[in-house]
């Protein structure tokens, strides 16, 4: 692909923006450089008493303004985060359905339902999708952050510190505080860019302008568009496609083994002549393509009396068409008369965010400043199979089926009240006082009948002709009649906080709150923190918490089948809602809210140009909500059948299965120089360590032992998802240099090790030609020397480059890569001819999935990119 392909669409797109953006006579104000670079990271969140420096703030808060964020060509918000703050990551899900889109976010090592995400200080609603995929996040709900468009906001603030007494629920890793853009004035920019290896094209086209409306009201639009490709970096697939024949000219089963449908390893009878010829190019194992689409407002409008009116809010769509893993020709799961050559099921995927927020706030209510807030939020997702088959039906199958629709409604309103109480000659007291009720909703519908039921066709033809064909569509039945879901309750909550500086040196705060549950009961959470100047620019600084956060509707009431990668093979996995008479068979109960306790102490350092923190946490987690283990055997599946729970080979239910305790420091070092010859430059050191321990681990359910089934209720694949799956250690150099119209930004960012379950139940000899070449480690299993592989995958350096030109003070063009040194990952344990012999393939699907979708930082190898910016 040449440049001029590659770059041609951002410059069009910068001409269509530059007519559309409101021209405005008004220099525009970025608000995130006045509140970053002139103020010293100016913050909110935190505190309910007013902006401080994040240096002075009694925990560990992170200000990262807009242009920071946008650095390097990235359009994702959850991406930018990912690199910004070394303590929040972020995978790159595969084949996990929607959750290819919903990426989970990880803040100090723990799940995704576990930090508070807000908007404009107000709460963001989540995702309507429990996440059920075979991940990082399995069984979590987060929000979706691509549905918030970078170029609407000032700043992100990051809030590291448990904050549950402060904001309620969800908020036990810390708070991701997202403000909008306020300022006046109008841009504009566009992006486009695209691997080195030609595919996974992506563009952006932004505007947004600010309005002043009356006597200091703004109004700022912003709309923003962004589009992507797919990537893949799949291997041929070697595996038998077609029916063999044996010596009596009749129809064999496939081989699924690495190599046998190319010779290299035994096919089952003999081969196919459509084996030569057929392009064995047949998996997308990548980034899934997608566009998306928001639009945003911020409304600020001053009135008589002293009294500001707000509102913000907006609305995002996305659209994308998830492909999943390859049907054979040969598989019992394909309807040959549609598919000859095989073919690979699509979810056609629709998410919509809408949310809009009013608000009136003033410095006189009895004596009280106060704020008056009502937030509705609603993520909508509809969900089709397309290129799919129902095979019980035969030849009357339909291609495409509903596979479910899935809905989540939240509406908060707050009433925040805040007083200086005069004491002495010292410093007032500050009192802020709160009351806050909120109604949350879930809905889970069913999709077509026909991608659920059986047809009662057999399969047509093939050595199993006549036998039961598999039943619903592929990949996974729709949700049926019995999988649907209407969900809701009510919260309600008091809270209080109090803060008051003793001098200059000490500075002390505390906040309590009591919340009631319409389906769980009371919590009362507090929280006390300070801060101590001590020498020459040294702080200390320390906090105690409560936490708490509420199992996500979609964990209790969500219901539905999903196909898996297990042990190598593709299995329908049913993740059971915990009241269906299927979960309760096997043990599944009422989720309990998760309770924690954080401690957090550390130094901060601030002289001249540089400032330095250093904090330490300890998060103790009991009752973690995950999924359970997934329980596969021949004597479950006689159970559930003869208790009339069928139609899937494997089960699993959301419950509280473990108690954690995580430990970890934070390091984030910046300096400032500027030179004589007008040049600046700007470096941060950013480091975060975290690990993770099991205090409590569930034992089988008593069901499930009855059966004579020893699996733990979370077993070590589930086990080391919590623990490893993210890595332990992160560090993020990034280096500014400016001068005149020129600047140069390059950030490195080193993602540390991570590990997972790679094989299970292997023999002696499996591992002993698996293993070579591999980081692994043999966890025993039995007596018989069979062991369970964990794999883990090294470190890694990535790269970003940007180089920018201010063509004009109303033009900006950048250019530039990301991973600039074209890294990947560790592959994952490679099938090859002896491990065949040996009676096992690889970890990598035989021989097609190179890479492990554990990675941290993906595996698409670098992207090149080139952005127009305009101001107005």
């Known amino acids: 692909m040449s440049l001029l392909k590659t770059f041609a669409p951002a410059l069009m797109a910068s001409t269509a923006l530059a007519s559309f953006a409101f021209a405005s006579p008004v220099a525009a104000q970025d608000a995130s450089r006045s509140a970053v670079d002139e103020l010293g990271e100016v913050i909110v969140t935190g505190s309910r008493f007013g902006a401080r420096t994040s240096t002075e703030s009694t925990t560990p808060v992170d200000a990262i303004s807009r242009d920071t964020l946008q650095q390097s060509g990235r359009v994702d918000l959850i991406q930018m985060l990912k690199v910004q703050v070394p303590s929040f990551n972020a995978p790159r899900p595969l084949g996990s359905g929607v959750g290819d889109y919903l990426t989970p976010p990880s803040l100090r090592g723990l799940g995704p339902g576990e930090v508070l995400v807000l908007l404009n200080g107000k709460r963001r609603h989540t995702s309507a999708d429990l996440n059920a995929s075979n991940g990082v996040g399995r069984g979590d709900v987060s929000v979706d952050f691509n549905a918030i468009p970078s170029f609407a906001l000032s700043r992100a603030e990051v809030l590291r510190d448990g904050a549950s007494a402060q904001y309620g629920s969800d908020a036990i890793s810390g708070v991701v505080n997202l403000m909008l853009d306020g300022s006046l004035g109008s841009r504009a920019q566009a992006t486009t860019g695209v691997t080195s290896e030609g595919d996974g094209a992506f563009w952006e086209a932004s505007a947004s302008s600010g309005l002043a409306i009356g006597d200091g009201g703004v109004l700022r639009l912003t709309a923003s568009f962004q589009g992507r490709e797919g990537t893949d970096r799949s291997r041929p697939d070697t595996r038998q496609q077609y029916f063999g024949t044996n010596a009596a000219g009749l129809p064999t089963t496939i081989s699924g083994n690495y190599g046998s449908g190319v010779g290299l390893t035994p096919s089952n009878g003999r081969l196919d002549p459509r084996e030569a010829t057929i392009d064995r190019r047949v998996f997308r194992f990548g980034d899934q393509p997608s566009t998306n689409g928001q639009i945003f407002y911020n409304l600020v409008l001053p009135t008589s009396g002293d009294v500001e009116l707000y509102s913000f809010g907006g609305y995002g769509r996305l659209d994308g068409d998830i492909e999943y ?89 707050n009433l925040d009240l805040t007083r200086r109480i005069a004491a002495g000659s010292g410093a007032p007291i500050e009192l802020a006082l709160g009351f806050e009720y909120r109604r949350e909703a879930y809905g889970l519908e069913s999709g077509d009948l026909d991608g659920f039921r059986s047809g009662g066709v057999p399969i047509l033809d093939g050595p199993n002709a006549g036998r039961p064909a598999p039943i619903g569509a592929q990949p996974g039945p729709s949700a049926g009649p019995d999988d649907t879901a209407a969900l809701d309750r009510d919260s309600y909550a008091v809270y209080g906080e109090v803060q008051k500086a003793f001098g200059e040196r000490l500075l002390l705060q505390a906040a309590l709150r009591h919340e009631r549950y319409s389906d769980f009961g009371d919590t009362t959470n507090y929280k006390v923190s300070g801060r101590l100047d001590l020498i020459g620019g040294l702080a200390a600084r320390a906090s105690w918490n409560t936490g708490f956060r509420a199992p996500a509707l979609a964990q209790s009431g969500y219901n539905a089948s999903n196909t898996l990668i297990l042990n190598g093979q593709q299995a329908i996995v049913r993740v059971a809602a915990v009241d269906s008479p299927a979960a309760r068979l096997v043990g599944a109960t009422d989720l309990k809210p998760e309770t924690s306790r ?47 729970q069928g139609n899937f080979s494997a089960i699993s239910f959301v419950t509280n299965a473990v108690d954690t305790t995580t430990e970890g420091v934070d390091l984030v070092v910046a300096y400032r120089h500027d030179f004589a010859d007008g040049g600046q430059l700007r470096g941060t050191l950013a480091g975060n360590y975290t690990q993770t321990e099991f205090d409590r681990i569930a034992g089988t359910p008593a069901p499930l032992a009855a059966l004579g089934i020893t699996t733990p209720l979370f077993d070590l694949t589930q086990q080391l998802r919590f623990s490893d799956s993210l890595p332990g250690d992160k560090v993020t150099l990034d280096l500014d240099y400016a001068r005149g119209p020129f600047g140069v930004s390059l950030t490195n960012t080193r993602y540390g090790e991570v590990s997972t379950v790679a094989l299970s139940n292997r023999t002696p000899g499996q591992i002993a030609v698996l293993t070579p070449g591999y980081d692994v480690r043999q966890v025993p299993v039995g007596a018989a020397g069979n062991a369970d592989l964990i794999q883990t995958f090294g470190a890694e350096w990535l790269t970003d480059l940007e180089i920018s030109w201010e063509v004009t003070p109303a033009v900006r063009l950048s250019l530039g890569a990301q991973n600039l040194f074209d890294v990947y990952p560790d592959e994952n344990i490679a099938s090859t001819v002896a491990s065949v012999a040996a009676g096992t393939n690889g970890a990598d699907n035989a021989g097609t999935q190179p890479y492990n979708a554990i990675s941290p930082f993906g595996f698409s190898g670098r992207s090149m990119f080139f952005r127009v910016g305009l101001t107005f």
Do not use: C, H, K, M
Not at 361 to 379: A, H, K, M, Q, T
Not at 599 to 607: C, I, P, W, Y
């Open 325 to 413: 893993f390859f049907r054979r020709a040969g598989q019992d799961e394909t309807l040959r008369a549609f598919y000859p050559d095989g073919y690979r099921p699509l979810l056609d995927t629709r998410i919509e965010n809408v949310s809009v927020a009013v608000g009136a706030r003033g410095d006189d209510l009895l004596g009280f400043g106060w704020d008056l807030s009502s937030v509705f939020g609603r993520n909508v997702q509809d969900l089709y199979y397309d290129n799919s088959v129902n095979v019980s039906l035969g030849a009357a199958s339909p291609i495409r089926f509903r596979r479910l629709g899935a809905d989540f409604d939240q509406w908060t309103t």
């Open 598 to 644: 954080n401690l957090s102490a550390g130094l901060v350092f601030e002289r001249g140009g540089l400032t330095a923190t250093l904090d330490a946490y300890r998060i103790e987690v009991e009752d973690r909500i995950a999924i359970s283990s997934t329980f596969q055997d021949a004597r479950l599946t006689g159970y559930l059948a003869a208790n009339g």
